[in-house]
């Protein structure tokens, strides 16, 4: 790459222990009546956040682009100490952006689809959520709901998400699916839709990157 770049990454919520225990909030998973999940009809957020964080960096990996991801393994570490690493590794290591991964829920248990978000108000961070909407409908759109917010003339919904409000650098959080409708969480289970969601955010680091060059 032509000039000093970052991906900090970050997978949302906790993961499972060692003992096998999922040690994130209750809210960050959901039983359902049929199929099988992480654990039987149990869909874990967390375990998925980092499924596909994963592959991410594994794809940046391949192709030389530095990458920090912030999360921990299995972990939920707080909110504050994300931000407050991929902060400080962004002043004194390299400059880069901010990408948080999660997947959905309702509380009707029957919304679908894929959302992006970024802080209110024009940022740097829009660029970034409208090229990401466009690779992910480009690859995906045939198969996901697209759940887009274009009161503002873009793709992106705005939230004041601690992660990307309180990140100096450009930031936005991805809901990949709603994980408490069966029939995306179903989707949500495909390794190909998670290679294709993952192949949708490594394009869009690259577009990113072409437009610093």
Known sequence: MKIDFCVYLD??????????????????QFE???GTFHNGGWFYEGVWNRKLTDLVAKKLSNLGIQHLIVSHEYLDLSLSYRVKMANWYHRNFKKGIFIS???NASGSHRARGFEVYTTPGKTKSDSIAEKHWENVKDLLGDTIKMRPDTSDGDHDKEARFYVIK?????AIL???LFFDNK??????MKDLIVEQFAEAQVRTIIDYYNGLA
Do not use: F
């Open 11 to 28: 997978a949302g919520h906790g993961g499972i222990d060692s003992n096998g225990k999922y040690v994130t909030a209750p809210n960050k």
């Open 166 to 170: 309180n990140t100096v650098m450009p």
């Open 101 to 103: 991964n999660h997947s």
């Open 174 to 176: 991805v809901e990949h």
């Open 32 to 34: 359902h009546a049929s």
């Open 183 to 188: 029939d995306d969480a179903k989707l949500l």
